[in-house]
Each structure stands twice: as C-alpha cells, then as structure tokens.
C-alpha cells in the first residue's frame, strides 16, 4: 500500500514509518520542511510541503495514497501551557484534521483507510475509575482538544461511506530516544527520580513497538474502525512505574516528587504528570491483539537494554 503519514518525523511516525517500510509499504511524507524531515529519517521517502495552519495539503500526495495516517500536532508536554501555547495545542489538531480531510474531500481518488491519532486525554483524570472506549470524556483542556480533534476525524466518513476511519487514543508512549521517558532518564540515571506527590496517580502507557503494531493493524485489518485505545493491558501507578524505570536501570527510587514543585516548574501542564487516568484496551482485546510488551517490568527493560544498556 501507498501510506501518506503527516507527523512522519515525531516519536510515532519515524517508527512506524520505518516498520511499513520493512513491510513493503510504500511511504509519502508531509512536512513544513520537507529537506530537514528527508535528513531526519533513517529511510529514504518522498515528503511534500505542509502547513497544518494553512489548509489542504499538496492533492498529488493525497491522490496517491492508499491510506492516510495523520498523527501532525503542536506538542503537548513541552513547554508551560500559556494562552498561546495552548491555542496551538488545540489549533494544530483541530485545523490540521480539517485540513486533510478537506484535502480528502477534493482529491479525485480517495484513500481505503484514514486513521487519526487522539489521545487517552479523552477521558477524565480519576484514580480509582477505569476507562474504556465507551466511557464519557473529561471536563478538562485536553478532553475538549481530543473531542474536536476526533469531531473532525470523524468528517472523513461524510466525505466518503467508502474510507474507513479509524481514531487511536494513544497513552503515554514508552520509547528509546523520546517521548516521556527521554525527560525521566537523565534524573533516574543520577539516581534522582521518585515518584510524583504520593505517586498513586493511574499511567496508561503503550510500548512503542505495540503502538506500531496497533497502527499497522489498523491499517491492514478491516475489523479495526472507529476508537481504539492504544494502550497496554496493565496500566500502572506512577510509583510503579518509576520503580520500574530504576530497576531496569538498577537503581533504587528516590524521594518523591511534591505535586507543588512540579505546579510551580510547569504551570497548568502540570496536570498531566499529576493527575492520573487508568484506561484499559476493550477493542484491541476484544480484537484479540497480541501484545509484545503487555506488562510495564518487560516493557522498560526492553526500552533500557535498546537505549544502550545500563549506564
Ligand atoms: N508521544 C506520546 O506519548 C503521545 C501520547 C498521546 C497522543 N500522542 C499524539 O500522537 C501524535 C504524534 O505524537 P508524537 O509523539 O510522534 O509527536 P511529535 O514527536 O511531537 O511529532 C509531531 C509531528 O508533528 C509535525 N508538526 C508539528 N507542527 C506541525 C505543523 N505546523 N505543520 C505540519 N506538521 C507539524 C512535526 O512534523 P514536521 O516537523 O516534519 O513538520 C512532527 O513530526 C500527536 O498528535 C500526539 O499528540 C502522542
């Protein structure tokens, strides 16, 4: 298959480009630098030009491709969530899904499949409540995003009853050389990283390498349509999982993080890292997907042993 990915050079997309790749697919890229995305990649693609902000993409690279994978955002954990930095949260995933579909809908030939990224950030932040597909959403910031987000995924079937759309909610993506666990490395290298506040806070996590075979699924497999969670099966609590990260790294858990310490260095964003949301993989069960890395212990050893050993 001919797959157009956008957010080709993110965490997600380098991966998963690459494991297409391997599988013979052929893939196109969209980026706002297509001679900086070209150096970035480890495998050679053809990417066009594109602005999420600044409406359709280019129809000859949506007119090839047989399916569509659209995973471009403005990035969420970064940087303090200000009244800017959050418009662009939103915006970037808002406009930029409606830009492709609108892409979509012009383009004389349409893909089979169009699967969207959204994020466990769907549901509400509880402790104690577990999640699945069918549950409600939140009353917070990044509820309301994942809920425009998929609102606008969604228009594809409007377009054509044809394309099969599929949303992932992703969770937190444990992987070498990014992601969450590339800001908790350093300190747990040091021997300095605790758990945040009493560290009971739920953390859905997905292996890298399972959320690629999620989306290669989704891709190949007409049974995968509509939400699915993108997470593992055991998610854990923060405490749990910084235990894991330091025995894999053969180190002992330090002194917990206080919850103001992480208000006062990260502002409002700070609720992703306090708050918890226990989301489980109804569909991907009830699809009978095999996990390589279901529990969180073969999971970090996994990620420490590809990230070169211990230190
Ligand atoms: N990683 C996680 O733990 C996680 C969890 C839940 C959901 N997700 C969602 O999954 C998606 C992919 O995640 P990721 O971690 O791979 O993201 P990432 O590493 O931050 O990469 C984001 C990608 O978006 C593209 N992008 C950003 N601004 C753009 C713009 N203005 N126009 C066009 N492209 C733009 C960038 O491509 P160029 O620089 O080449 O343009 C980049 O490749 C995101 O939507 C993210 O919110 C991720």
Redesign the pocket.
């Known amino acids: 298959m001919k797959v157009l990915i956008?957010?080709?050079?993110?965490?997600?997309?380098?991966t998963l480009g690459r494991a297409l790749k391997e599988k013979g697919h052929d893939i196109l890229?969209?980026?706002?630098?297509?001679e900086?995305?070209k150096k970035?990649l480890s495998f050679d693609t053809q990417?066009y030009p594109?602005?999420?902000?600044?409406g359709e993409a280019p129809l000859e690279a949506i007119e090839q491709a047989d399916a569509i994978i659209?995973?471009?955002?403005?990035?969420?954990?970064?940087q303090r969530w200000t009244q800017s930095v959050q418009k662009?949260?939103l915006d970037?995933?808002v406009l930029?899904t409606r830009h492709i579909v609108q892409s979509i809908s012009s383009s004389s030939k349409k893909p089979k499949v169009f699967i969207s990224?959204?994020?466990?950030?769907y549901y509400p932040y509880s402790d104690h409540e577990q999640f699945d597909e069918n549950s409600k959403s939140g009353d917070h910031f990044l509820a309301e995003v994942c809920r425009k987000?998929e609102k606008e995924a969604r228009e594809v079937n409007s377009v054509s009853t044809q394309i099969r759309s599929v949303q992932?909610?992703?969770?937190?993506?444990?992987?070498p050389g990014?992601?969450?666990l590339e800001k908790m490395l350093p300190l747990a290298k040091k021997g300095v990283l605790g758990p945040i506040g009493d560290g009971r806070q739920m953390m859905s996590w997905?292996h890298i390498d399972d959320l690629v075979g999620i989306f290669v699924k989704a891709l190949e497999d007409e049974n995968y349509k509509s939400v699915i969670n993108?997470v593992s099966p055991h998610p854990v609590s923060n405490r749990d999982l910084t235990q894991q990260l330091m025995k894999a790294l053969g180190k002992r858990s330090f002194l917990p993080v206080p919850r103001v310490a992480l208000k006062l260095a990260f502002g409002k964003m700070s609720e992703v890292l306090i708050q918890g949301q226990k989301v489980v993989p109804k569909k991907l069960n009830d699809l009978d997907f095999r996990f390589l890395f279901p529990d969180i212990e073969s999971a970090m050893k996994n990620i420490i042993e590809n990230q070169g050993g211990k230190p």
């Open positions: 956008t957010g080709l050079t993110g965490l997600i997309g380098r890229g969209l980026s706002r630098s297509p900086r995305a970035e990417f594109w602005d999420l902000y600044e659209h995973l471009a955002g403005h990035p969420i954990a970064d662009k949260i970037s995933r930029g990224a959204s994020a466990i950030g987000w992932i909610r992703i969770g937190v993506v444990l992987a990014g992601g969450a997905v993108g």
